[in-house]
């Protein structure tokens, strides 16, 4: 009989942050191409609701843990007593260190206080208030700041999903003694092919050729340069249109996406830009699959989940030139100055033509993502079983 690692996941279907909830779920898809005998068990730590999306993914070994924790009136006063004598509770809801041998992505809330240091593995996605301090409230700065500081003191294993990442965090801490890993992640597609193109584009009222720039509409994902790059480019040509979804909200900048509205109506763009929200998967993929181009013109990333749905569909990605980015994609792509309006209209116009010779490349990459955090993992059980 197989004895297979236990790895608890910690999900929450999030549409604020739907990046996040697509990394559980593309690990969970990854972890699945791997060979029947090498799969993990599986334990979602979750709402119930939020465990339904992850049933649908159809992973073979799979368990749930109810994250919604309520004790009862009488279980309260016996723990609260119990605590005082004790220093535990009697009824015990929290996870505790036999549910499994990992627990990732960690976080330092109090429902883990009994999962033990050596079964922890954190995530730091990037470091971009040190780079773009002025999008986060010293406040939010100095929270990330105390959360890593702790994470370093505690010396606990960390996933960074780029190189460009670690070596921020050996900049920023270089006493840092922490076991680190860097674990780019892939992206595996739900079946949107059956998606009709043309309903979409009636429903959606795109009436030319356009391009596709699905981001969360948070500041530093740069959508005005994009805008401005319309303003050029719509005094040449207005053959096209620049379609956009994700949330139309920037809790750390509210007034972001009206700021965005103004500048369109100041600028007579409306016949050039569709603002869809936050749309049905399927159709988000099917409208970037049929697209003139990808625009990404992030001004910082960590590891971007649309540049690996662009790579999945080997669809070309008109990119803003960052370190991470070039260390991410090398084909069907195009990079541009982030800062520079007029560089993105030229790039926008000469669009280079779509290479199809990477397509089953990228099935390597989501069982790769599988691989090396399964590697991942053993190396830190290895590590615990040594020291029992």
Do not use: C
């Amino acid at each position: 009989m197989v004895k297979r690692k236990r790895i608890a996941l910690i999900f929450s279907y999030n549409e604020g942050w739907i990046a996040g909830s697509y990394y559980i779920q593309n690990l969970i898809h990854a972890l699945n191409s791997l060979p029947e005998d090498e799969k993990p068990e599986l334990v979602i730590l979750s709402t119930i609701l939020d465990f339904e999306k992850v049933t649908k993914l159809n992973y073979p070994f799979l368990s749930h843990f109810n994250t919604n924790i309520k004790y009862t009136f009488f279980q309260k006063v016996i723990n609260k007593l119990a605590r005082v004598v004790t220093g535990k509770n009697v009824f015990e809801k929290r996870p505790s260190h036999t549910l499994a041998n990992v627990f990732f992505p960690m976080s330092s809330e109090d429902l883990f206080e009994l999962v033990q240091d050596k079964q922890r593995l954190f995530w730091i996605p990037d470091f971009q208030e040190y780079h773009l301090p002025h999008f986060f409230t010293q406040e939010q700065r100095q929270n990330r700041k105390s959360q890593q500081e702790l994470l370093v003191k505690q010396k606990v294993p960390i996933v960074f999903s780029s190189n460009d990442s670690l070596t921020d965090f050996k900049t920023f801490f270089p006493e840092a003694q922490n076991p680190a890993f860097v674990l780019p992640f892939a992206v595996t597609h739900e079946k949107y092919h059956d998606t009709d193109i043309h309903t979409l584009k009636q429903k959606y009222n795109i009436t030319k050729p356009y391009y596709f720039s699905p981001n969360q509409f948070w500041r530093h994902k740069n959508h005005l340069i994009v805008l401005k790059a319309i303003h050029r480019l719509k005094e040449k040509r207005d053959d096209f249109q620049v379609v956009f979804t994700g949330k139309e909200y920037d809790h750390r900048n509210p007034t972001y996406f009206e700021e965005l509205k103004k500048f369109i109506d100041d600028n007579q763009l409306q016949n050039y830009v569709r603002f869809l929200g936050f749309i049905d998967r399927k159709e988000q993929l099917q409208l970037m699959n049929h697209s003139k181009a990808v625009i990404q013109p992030s001004l910082f990333e960590g590891w971007s989940t649309v540049v690996e749905d662009a790579k999945a569909m080997n669809q070309v990605v008109i990119l803003s030139d960052l370190n991470v980015h070039r260390e991410q994609m090398n084909y069907n792509v195009v990079f541009f100055d982030p800062k520079n309006e007029i560089d993105l209209a030229q790039k926008m116009e000469a669009v280079p033509i779509r290479s199809l010779d990477k397509e089953d490349d990228y099935l390597n990459n989501i069982k790769d993502f599988g691989l090396n955090f399964m590697r991942i993992v053993n190396k830190l059980t290895s590590n615990h079983e040594k020291h029992i």
